[in-house]
């Protein structure tokens, strides 16, 4: 069975930080892009980051660039989002996704971050 198990989600104020991590199990890990989406409430889910786990090549979104990294660990089968300087307007709920070059593709959770001013 494969799982995706998203946390490290939680309360945070206005220019703080949160690390997020997925670890993914039941599935060769490094045969996956991992990455980070969020909804926000009355929004559409978006992509938030991602990272080929073969070669670490990494997508971020024009919203977090600069604030974001997002890093994996074949040895743990985790992948982690590092979130700086968090903003109101980063408030959602982050889900974890596998996504294989076959197609396959596997959801986490969600994990609920809040950011307030």
């Known amino acids: 069975e494969v799982q995706l198990q998203a946390s490290g989600g939680g309360l945070v104020q206005a220019g703080g930080s949160l690390r997020l991590s997925c670890v993914v199990s039941?599935?060769?890990?490094?045969?996956?892009?991992i990455g980070w989406f969020r909804q926000a409430p009355g929004k559409e889910r978006e992509a938030v980051s991602c990272?080929?786990?073969?070669?670490?090549?990494?997508y971020y979104a024009d919203s977090v660039k600069g604030r974001f990294t997002i890093s994996s660990d074949i040895a743990k089968n985790t992948a982690y989002l590092q979130m700086n300087n968090l903003k109101p307007e980063d408030t959602a709920v982050y889900y974890c996704?596998?996504?294989?070059?076959?197609?396959?593709?596997?959801w986490g959770q969600g994990t609920q971050v809040t950011v307030s001013s």
């Open positions: 996704n596998a996504a294989g070059a076959t197609g396959t593709d596997y």
């Open positions: 039941g599935v060769t890990f490094d045969d996956y892009a």
């Open positions: 990272i080929a786990t073969t070669d670490d090549s990494t």
